[in-house]
């Protein structure tokens, strides 16, 4: 049952990966979307071609999450009210330990994971508090709920993302108002580029031997969640390939 068509939601980094993909399928549905992001031509290319295929309203809006000030303008020139927001908007930078690592990635991963997800989640939830309903679904991370060496901060981070997703609930108890949350493991995107500044075959390293999850995998997870009837609150899901068993356990054929 599709209980999803006419809704409009508002996906963070939707610019490739799991946020795209998370867009064009709740496009799918019939929910009008309004895309995030940092590149406003590859916003505005991918707003079109949703538009083409599926005959919903598309807005994009290009600014960086990290910044304060861009999310309160962007709310503020919202036109109609949201049902849903996906935090999705997340990096990771560098596997360095704790005693050697970058100052500069610990800010981008902190800013961007945590207070760019904080941003938007405060200036959101008030107006879904206010009509008694809504529906917030953050992507965290199985990093969320298992640290590993080298991931010290985006471990870290992920982590807050579990806690906010459950303060998030609990502050909004009593109210219609539905908080979830995906974890992923190991999935194909542009993570792992971003995560080694840009070095493709380092990238490629991290899925050799082994069939990792891709972004529609996660993006059918959160539109399952956002379509469960109203009364259902699925507050987390961990989604793992099946070659992967722990942040640090991963067959890979030889």
Same mark, same amino acid.
């Given at each position: 049952?599709?209980?999803?068509?006419?809704?409009?939601?508002?996906?963070?980094?939707a610019?490739?990966?799991?946020?795209?993909?998370?867009?064009?399928?709740?496009a799918?549905?019939?929910?009008?979307?309004?895309l995030?992001?940092r590149?406003?031509?590859?916003?505005?290319?991918?707003?079109?071609?949703?538009?083409?295929?599926?005959?919903?309203?598309?807005?994009?809006?290009?600014?960086?999450?990290?910044?304060?000030?861009?999310?309160?303008?962007?709310?503020?020139?919202?036109k109609g009210?949201?049902?849903?927001?996906?935090?999705n908007?997340g990096?990771?930078?560098?596997?360095?330990?704790?005693?050697?690592?970058?100052?500069?990635?610990?800010?981008t991963?902190?800013?961007?994971?945590?207070?760019g997800?904080?941003?938007?989640?405060?200036?959101?939830s008030p107006?879904?508090?206010?009509?008694?309903?809504?529906?917030?679904?953050?992507?965290?991370?199985t990093?969320?709920?298992?640290s590993?060496?080298?991931?010290?901060?985006?471990? *870290?981070?992920?982590?807050?993302?579990?806690?906010i997703?459950e303060?998030?609930?609990?502050?909004?108890?009593?109210?219609?108002?539905?908080?979830s949350m995906?974890?992923?493991?190991?999935v194909?995107?542009?993570?792992?580029?971003?995560?080694f500044?840009?070095d493709?075959?380092?990238?490629a390293?991290?899925?050799k031997g082994?069939k990792p999850?891709?972004a529609?995998?996660? *993006?059918?997870?959160i539109?399952?969640?956002?379509?469960?009837?109203?009364?259902?609150?699925?507050?987390?899901?961990?989604?793992?390939?099946?070659s992967q068993?722990?942040a640090?356990?991963?067959?890979?054929?030889?």
């Open positions: 049952m599709n209980r999803l068509k006419g809704k409009t939601a508002i996906i963070t980094g610019t490739a990966g799991i946020g795209m993909k998370t867009a064009e399928l709740l799918a549905e019939g929910v009008n979307v309004i995030t992001g590149r406003k031509a590859r916003l505005e290319e991918i707003a079109e071609t949703i538009r083409n295929k599926y005959g919903v309203e598309v807005e994009t809006a290009a600014f960086d999450i990290q910044d304060s000030k861009a999310c309160e303008s962007f709310v503020e020139s919202l009210s949201v049902d849903i927001l996906v935090n908007a990096l990771a930078k560098g596997t360095d330990p704790v005693f050697d690592a970058s100052f500069d990635d610990w800010d991963m902190i800013d961007t994971n945590v207070k997800l904080l941003y938007l989640s405060r200036l959101i107006l879904m508090k206010k009509r008694n309903a809504g529906h917030i679904i953050n992507v965290g991370s990093a969320g709920h298992e590993y060496a080298g991931g010290v901060v985006y471990s *870290a981070t992920k982590h807050a993302v579990k806690a997703t303060s998030t609930k609990k502050d909004l108890h009593g109210t219609n108002v539905r908080v995906v974890s992923p493991g190991l194909e995107t542009e993570f792992s580029e971003v995560r500044y840009g493709k075959e380092k990238a390293k991290v899925y082994m999850l891709v529609q995998d996660i *993006a059918e997870i539109v399952f969640i956002a379509n469960r009837p109203d009364h259902v609150n699925i507050m987390d899901t961990i989604i793992y390939p099946v068993s722990s640090t356990m991963v067959h890979r054929d030889e």
